[in-house]
């Protein structure tokens, strides 16, 4: 099947910093990524899409400026979160679109963020 | 807007036994696909099962089943002779016409050897 890898999955950062986390389709072209966040027991909460080559759209109440997304290719989308803050902390997951999979999105395993 | 509601927080299922969860969603679509996907303790999203709207006939993978009902609008997941390994979180989800993904709060099944 395909596959979705996440890197880190897991990172540790100082408030006030950025971090970037990077979501790739290993072995086949992602027209479509989001990007989720999900608090412990709860659901994924879906913060943005992105489209290779355009700007991603924001779910409402997302802050498009502190949540940065780039999808510079087919394979590989990165969120940047900018001047990290304790409330940041969360688990955030990526998945994809295959060209080919159009009803069917692909997961990363997710990466853990804890900001200090 | 649609939503997905999931009103099982939680179940339990003895080993070996069968297990139904519901999900509802509320949709003015006509062609859409619903899924149901698991999360074990690992917290990677695994998919159970898909259903595109138009089919009738039931989606159907080895040991899970679902009940789709179009007109109520529901679509509940049967985990028959169920095993320890099925223990996890279980979303259900909506896939729209533009691609917009929408997840129930899941719920929690435990199995009980």
């Known amino acids: 099947g395909a596959v979705v890898s996440q890197h880190p999955s897991w990172v540790i950062c100082k408030s006030g910093t950025s971090v970037k986390i990077e979501c790739r389709s290993l072995?086949?072209?992602?027209?479509?990524m989001f990007w989720y966040r999900q608090f412990p027991k709860q659901s994924l909460m879906l913060m943005a899409t992105s489209n290779e080559g355009s700007k991603a759209t924001y779910e409402q109440g997302v802050e498009k400026d502190k949540f940065l997304i780039n999808h510079a290719s087919l394979t590989l989308s990165t969120l940047t979160v900018t001047s990290a803050h304790p409330e940041d902390s969360s688990f955030y997951i990526c998945?994809?679109?295959?060209?080919?999979?159009?009803?069917?999105?692909?997961f990363g395993p997710g990466t853990r963020l804890t900001v200090l | 807007a649609q939503t997905v509601t999931q009103s099982q927080p939680e179940m339990s299922v003895q080993e070996a036994e069968t297990v139904t969860l519901s999900c509802t969603y509320d949709t003015s679509e006509s062609d859409y696909y619903l899924f149901w996907y698991k999360q074990p303790p690992s917290r990677q999203m695994i998919l159970v099962i898909r259903?595109?709207?138009?089919?009738?006939q039931n989606a159907t993978e080895n040991r899970f089943s679902v009940n789709f009902q179009k007109a109520a609008k529901s679509f509940s997941l049967k985990i028959s002779d169920s095993q320890l390994g099925d223990a996890a979180m279980y979303f259900c989800?909506?896939?729209?016409?533009?691609?917009?993904?929408?997840f129930g709060t899941g719920t929690s099944l435990t199995v009980i050897p």
């Open positions: 072995d086949f072209q992602a027209t479509t």
């Open positions: 259903q595109e709207a138009y089919k009738q």
């Open positions: 998945s994809a679109l295959g060209l080919l999979s159009y009803n069917e999105q692909f």
């Open positions: 989800a909506y896939r729209s016409g533009s691609n917009q993904f929408y």
